[in-house]
Antibody, heavy 116, light 110 residues
């Protein structure tokens, strides 16, 4: 079964850091672009970042550039998001996704809350 | 970064047909097309159509996507109560090198 399981979400103070992880199974992880999408409370979906199969290309939405870093470990079938200088507006459910002609596989989401 | 444009809400009757639209520009929808997702709150979104308008396996034939220029459309026939959800379109923007989402359309089945 193709599956993505995200973890690492937590309550953190503004200016703090978190590292999200996503464990992939049921498919050849190293063959796909992977990414993160988030949904703030009461808002729509927002794409955050993605990373190429070999990690050699990364793209970010403007609002997280310089603060978030996406990475992957193909040997461990895992995707990561290092989130630094967190802001209240980063509060959201973060979904790990697989990119195949769109976003064809979604994890269950992990909740990040940035609040003092 | 302006997103894709979707109507905020659409209401249709049971067993009727709903057509949802998504408008972009020459760098996103017109370039590589758009994909469509269904989102029931509390659950992860589900892909209904790929960028090339084809359906993933397991998706009902009642859902079909098409594209004309800068507009992508999702047509849902024979509306059922379980079709009531938020629907999002998404496209890769080749000029900005980002994926974009529409604001979402809340579909109500009366």
């Amino acid at each position: 079964e193709v599956q993505l399981v995200a973890s690492g979400g937590d309550l953190v103070q503004p200016g703090g850091s978190l590292r999200l992880s996503c464990a992939a199974s049921g498919f050849t992880f190293s063959a796909y672009w992977m990414g993160w999408v988030r949904q703030a409370p009461g808002k729509g979906l927002e794409w955050v970042a993605n990373i190429k199969q070999d990690g050699g290309e990364k793209n970010y939405v403007d609002s997280v550039k310089g603060r978030f870093t996406i990475s992957r470990d193909n040997a461990k079938n895992s995707l990561y998001m290092q989130m630094d200088s967190l802001r209240v507006e980063d509060t959201a459910v973060y979904y790990c996704i697989r990119h195949q002609k769109g976003m064809d596989v979604w994890g269950q989401g992990t909740t990040v809350t940035v609040s003092s | 970064q302006a997103g894709l444009t979707q109507p905020p809400s659409v209401s249709k009757g049971l067993r009727q047909t709903a057509t949802l639209t998504c408008t972009g520009n020459s760098h996103n929808v017109a370039d590589q097309g758009a994909c469509w997702l269904q989102h029931h709150r509390g659950h992860p979104p589900k892909l209904l159509s790929f960028l090339n308008d084809s359906r993933p396996s397991g998706i009902s034939e009642r859902f079909s996507a098409s594209r004309s220029g800068i507009t992508s459309s999702l047509t849902i026939t024979g509306l059922q109560p379980e079709d009531e959800a938020d629907y999002y379109c998404s496209a890769w923007d080749s000029s900005l090198s980002i994926w974009m989402f529409g604001g979402g359309t809340k579909l109500t089945v009366l």
